[in-house]
């Protein structure tokens, strides 16, 4: 099978990716606030901070699963949210059909026609590992297995930004790994990556930056060497220093 590849030339033209001000309140109190923030293609972003400091929310934002209550969201400039993009979450949802079948359905969706669509879905799983599990229904698989079934649906569709939420906080550490190497592999066929993990050794690994999330706000955006070296912000200093939950 060939492996599933960007359209060469096209994955950086929606980027920089930029908030500006950027705020959600769905009470009296923002869950996040004046988030600014300028992310380039060519990295694989992390986002670390604490429990409820605001990741998640911020980057559904990022993504458009959330509108912003006040700032702007821009992609090359342009302030519609494009379709080239994709999500894993910590919990994959799956079909009850087999795992080729999900990936199939997706790129249904996505406009794909209908000859290259099992071409491209059998390609993704044997990227990830799982070309021998096609055929088996996706939700009997084993919980790593799921994950990467997850990724080769997200990768099939030839994201230019793929978003992944903790995508192994629930994974063992064999599996762990090898989601580590899709998303690595994934990176490198030129989507760029931006994650949340809890593990700061998975964010060592993977990251080229860091953003840091505190109480609602960014603190922090530095190279990854530089963040962990020599954090500016006393809070991601505690962070690193465990000091913060």
């Known amino acids: 099978m060939g492996d599933p590849k960007l359209p060469p030339g096209k994955h950086n033209v929606m980027f920089p990716l930029e908030l500006r001000g950027v705020s959600f309140a769905p009470g009296e109190r923002p869950v996040v606030a004046d988030l600014n923030l300028r992310l380039e293609a060519s990295t694989r972003t992390v986002l670390l901070g604490p429990n409820g400091a605001g990741k998640s929310v911020t980057m559904r934002l990022m993504h458009g699963l959330l509108k912003p209550s006040a700032g702007e969201i821009t992609w090359g400039g342009k302030t519609t949210h494009p379709a080239a993009q994709a999500m894993v979450f910590q919990r994959p949802v799956l079909l009850r059909r087999s795992a080729l079948a999900n990936i199939e359905y997706a790129l249904s969706l996505a406009g794909i026609a209908q000859g290259e669509r099992r071409t491209r879905a059998n390609a993704a799983l044997e990227r990830v590992g799982l070309g021998h599990v096609a055929q088996r229904p996706a939700r009997v698989l084993s919980g790593g297995e799921q994950q990467r079934v997850a990724l080769a649906r997200a990768w099939s569709l030839l994201p230019r930004i793929l978003f992944l939420d903790e ?8 599996a762990s790994r090898e989601v580590e190497r899709i998303v690595a ?18 964010a060592r690994r993977l990251a080229d930056d860091i953003v840091f999330v505190h109480d609602g706000r960014i603190t922090e955006h530095s190279p990854a060497d530089e963040f962990f070296r020599q954090p500016r912000s006393r809070e991601a200093d505690d962070y690193l220093k465990g000091e913060l939950p």
Not at 186 to 200: E, N, Q, R, Y
């Open 167 to 174: 995508p192994t906080a629930s994974l063992d550490p064999a």
């Open 185 to 202: 592999e994934i990176a490198a066929s030129g989507t760029k990556i931006v994650m949340i993990t809890h593990h700061l050794g998975q």
